[in-house]
């Protein structure tokens, strides 16, 4: 077959291919043709190729295949066809869910003519990198999803009682974090609430987050002293076995008469700000999921009306700056003090800020996360 002959043929697959129109397209293979692909693997006969293509054009209903830039080899009754191809993912692709991302490859067909009709096509397609890409926008998709679900497990970012007001956030560094807050309403009407932080980052540390989050709420809800709570989540962290992760918390809760009991799980120490400047609260035992018999002893302390517990993530003192500079706790006690005044939802916003200006320059390393609760 002639070179003009073929890519005359070849034009006319292009159009049909275009068209979907499977009734051309079956009239330009032999009665035994076999077309070889990676998506069909060996299809033979002209009916079952017909099919193929139906099956191709249901799946990617807008499958296009470039014929200007089209480049064609010819030898003898054989030609080599080097094209691009662009579809929408809207169906399943290697094991792939669909995704709705626009799809461009370059597709390589071989083709045997005899007696002016394809008797053989092997199909070859340049997938360098594309299968990466999809299964990067199906994680990232995934990844939203896991953060609009971790969102609605965190509790309002408000909460107000008749002596008291707390308010929090937590902004991961990734789409979703390791860090969470929780508000607990205790059976004798005393308001708790309490931060943890699991180690390291992303969908594992954020699984395990919301493992302890709802741990943690079951058995804090049922009441009790603090550091019982703590030593129960602890050892059913253990049994789980969650090595080499390992959590930090601190759980603080507030009754009406203004007395406060904490208790600390190897996190970073919080602080109240008090009439006579901010304290630093330094009671503790170990972070959690690591030693079965661990004891967290407590402290309780007496608010004076407008005095405020301000607890944090490692990610808020750690962030960095310029010239590898962490912000530190001074800068974060200085600007709490600064703003001790404030209503809890300036006070916070203000930390946030501070932060936020200090590591502009840097990206965030670590995720963010405080409480404010104040006594009125």
Known sequence: MKRDEAIRLLRRHHEALNRHHVRDL?????????????MFRTVSGRAAIGRSFEQLFTLFPDFQIGRDDALFVHEHNRIAEFSTVTATHSAELFGLPPTGHRLEYQAVRLFTFREQQIVHEHRMYDFVGLLERLE???????????????????????????YFEAVGTSLPCRTIGGDFFEYVELPNRDFGIAIGDVSGKGPAAALIAAMLQGMFSMVAEAGGQLSDTLARVNRALVRRAMEPRFATLVYGVLAADGRFSYANAGHTPPFLLTRDGARRLSEGGPMLGVFETAAF??????????ETFVAFSDGVTEAFGVDAEQFGENRLLACATAHSAAAPAELLEALVAEVRQFSSKTPQSDDLTIVVLRYR
């Open 26 to 38: 079956m009239t330009m293979y032999a009665d035994n043709a076999v077309v070889i692909s990676p």
């Open 136 to 162: 990067k926008v199906r994680a990232e998709r995934e990844l939203t999803l896991a953060a609009n679900i971790q969102r609605t497990l965190l509790p309002r970012t408000r909460q107000e009682g008749a």
């Open 297 to 306: 002893p407590s402290e309780t302390l007496t608010l004076r009306p407008g």
